[in-house]
Nanobody, 117 residues
Framework: QVQLVESGGGLVQAGGSLRLSCASS????????IGWYRQAPGKQRALVAT???????NYADSVKGRFTISRDNAENMVYLQMNSLKPEDTAVYYC???????????WGQGTQVTVSS
């Protein structure tokens, strides 16, 4: 099993930046893919960005060029640098991890990001 704890959310004006962090613990060496999803009010949870242990990246089209995901395997951390934030980026952001040999997603508790216009 793995535990995920997010931090770094908050309130920011449109055009601003935030950096989210996710600390993982437990069976971290078995994490293959880790990343971020978000859920806005009244909407389904959706992919933001993921990164594999080997460094392969996947971004939602809506955040390409604005958000950057990075991973520190030694420190068991994953980060999401969010620039040029828009009001439509407002959501609860969840860290998620998938283990090798599994399709099960582990989830953190989420962190709120609010972008004001």
């Amino acid at each position: 099993q793995v535990q995920l704890v997010e931090s770094g959310g908050g309130l920011v004006q449109a055009g601003g930046s935030l950096r989210l962090s996710c600390a993982s613990s437990g069976s971290t060496v078995r994490i293959k893919t880790i990343g971020w999803y978000r859920q806005a009010p009244g909407k389904q949870r959706a992919l933001v960005a993921t990164i594999t242990r080997g460094g392969s990246l996947n971004y939602a089209d809506s955040v390409k060029g604005r958000f950057t995901i990075s991973r520190d395997n030694a420190e068991n951390m994953v980060y999401l640098q969010m620039n040029s934030l828009k009001p439509e980026d407002t959501a609860v952001y969840y860290c998620t991890a998938i283990m090798y040999g599994s399709s099960y997603n582990y989830w953190g508790q989420g962190t709120q990001v609010t972008v004001s216009s």
